[in-house]
């Protein structure tokens, strides 16, 4: 097991519990252990890599974190609240959002039509376009906003299933961020995306935790992307937590680079 505790400077936030915290995870799942007391903490306002060669656990992380899975053992602690025991739905109440890896859009709505969906939820209202909403309403004005916070403004009538994937990316992360979640989850953003959106992408992410103080854990197998993005990475290998330390000394780390041997790092 490894257990690091990561540091954040002097202050409040010191004694704060971490925003997100995993205790001692483990899944079981018939014969196959798939995640083995994996314990870390992503202080509030942080930014974290999760890497790991396939197979190694990442998105069993995420599901347990999110609560499409229950733990064998071991805990998920939301601002220093046991989530364990609670849905995916308690859990976004609570202030946890994550993307998926494939799309969750819908495709044949307008860019701005599935934000305001989400908005609309948000706002205690049905998911539901049959009732048109007036310009200016709350749903319509908060989607507006988040599509100018991920860089869409333009694309505001375009359906959603015609963008490149780099905006369905930016679109995904802005009906996300419609739930207002204090920590995000994202799950691999750069997968499918093309080499000139990429930079866009990282922007955005970037912006996330920069500009609105959220706390990330991101899963990337773009490492370049993912290095020059986070404070700390977190290394799975064979549902073990070999380290989780910053991008510098993880990459010069000897345990990962035989974790990887074979991959390029
Ligand atoms: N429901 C399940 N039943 C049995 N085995 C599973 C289940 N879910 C995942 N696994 C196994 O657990 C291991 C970890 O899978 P996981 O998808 O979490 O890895 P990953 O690190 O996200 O991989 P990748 O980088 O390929 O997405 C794999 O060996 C996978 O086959």
Excluded: C, W
């Excluded at 039509?113 to 939820?121: D, H, P």
């Excluded at 290095?227 to 799975?236: F, I, T």
């Amino acid at each position: 097991m490894t257990d690091v505790s990561t540091d954040h400077g002097a202050g409040a936030a010191d004694r704060a519990a971490p925003a997100l915290e995993v205790k001692d995870i483990s899944l079981r799942i018939g014969g196959a252990q798939i995640l083995q007391d994996v314990s870390f903490s992503v202080p509030t306002g942080q930014i974290v890599g999760v890497i790991g060669p396939n197979g190694a656990g990442k998105t069993t992380l995420f599901n347990l974190v999110s609560g499409v899975m229950t733990p064998t053992s071991g805990s998920v602690h939301l601002d220093g609240q046991d989530i364990t025991g609670r849905s995916i739905t308690q859990r976004a109440t609570a202030g946890l959002g994550r993307t998926f890896q494939t799309s969750s859009l819908f495709a044949g709505l307008s860019v701005e039509e599935n934000v305001r969906l989400a908005a609309q939820v948000k706002e205690g209202g049905a998911l539901s376009l049959t009732s048109f909403p007036r310009r200016g309403d709350a749903a319509s004005t908060r989607a507006r906003e988040l599509l100018d916070e991920v860089g869409l403004s333009s694309r505001l009538g375009r359906p959603a299933g015609d963008l490149p994937h780099g905006d369905k990316r930016k679109l995904e992360i802005a009906m996300l961020l419609a739930a207002d979640p204090s920590v995000v989850l994202l799950d691999e953003p750069m997968a499918g995306v093309a080499s000139g959106d990429v930079e866009g992408l990282t922007e955005v992410i970037r912006s996330l935790h920069r500009d609105h103080g959220r706390t990330v854990l991101m899963v990337e197998h773009h490492m370049e992307v993912l290095m020059g993005l986070v404070e700390r990475v977190a290394v799975l290998h064979f549902g073990h937590l070999l380290t989780i330390d910053t991008p510098e000394a993880v990459m010069a780390d000897p345990t990962v680079q035989s974790a990887y041997l074979g991959e390029a790092v």
